[in-house]
């Protein structure tokens, strides 16, 4: 007997095996079912784990769909007629650097007063009364 024989010979002898335990568990009461059920059930992997993926999987499928509904609806809001997009864009006016620093050299930095802001319980409004009129003093000596 040839070397390839003999695997062959044992490869049917496995699937009769094999085939023969499948035919045995159909064959099985519905006792036996029932009892393979319970034991299912008290599985943890069968009563934590299974339920955790499918939320998990699930939670993903609808939160898809959530998020696909908020996204159609700040499209359609956000649309804006042309007319109101023209004028937008002859609204706005490109800026040099050049012209920003002239503004910036026209500010006086070293001429500024700090003043503070009123505390919680102090009343803002006295409290700035209070400054404008320490100011005009000071402006008028």
């Known amino acids: ?6 695997a062959a010979v044992m490869a049917a002898t496995y699937t009769t095996m094999v085939s023969y335990d499948i035919l045995k568990l159909f064959k099985t009461s519905r006792n036996s079912i029932v009892s393979s059920f319970n034991k ?3 599985n943890p992997a069968m009563l934590y784990g299974i339920p ?3 939320l998990i999987v699930g ?3 609808g939160l898809r769909e959530f998020a696909q509904i908020r996204y159609d609806a700040q499209a359609k809001k956000t649309k804006i007629t042309p007319e109101v997009e023209a004028l937008m864009k002859s609204r706005t006016k490109s800026t040099t650097l050049e012209e920003e620093y002239e503004k910036i050299q026209k500010v ?3 001429g500024w007063k700090n003043i503070r ?3 919680p319980w102090e009343d803002s409004k006295e409290s ?5 009129e ?3 003093e000071k402006k008028l000596e």
């Open 59 to 61: 939670g993903s499928f």
């Open 52 to 54: 955790m993926l499918l």
């Open 1 to 6: 007997m040839r070397l390839h024989d003999a």
């Open 128 to 132: 700035q009364r209070v400054q404008r």
């Open 108 to 110: 006086d930095l070293d």
């Open 134 to 136: 320490h100011l005009s």
């Open 40 to 42: 299912l059930k008290s």
């Open 117 to 119: 802001g009123p505390r």
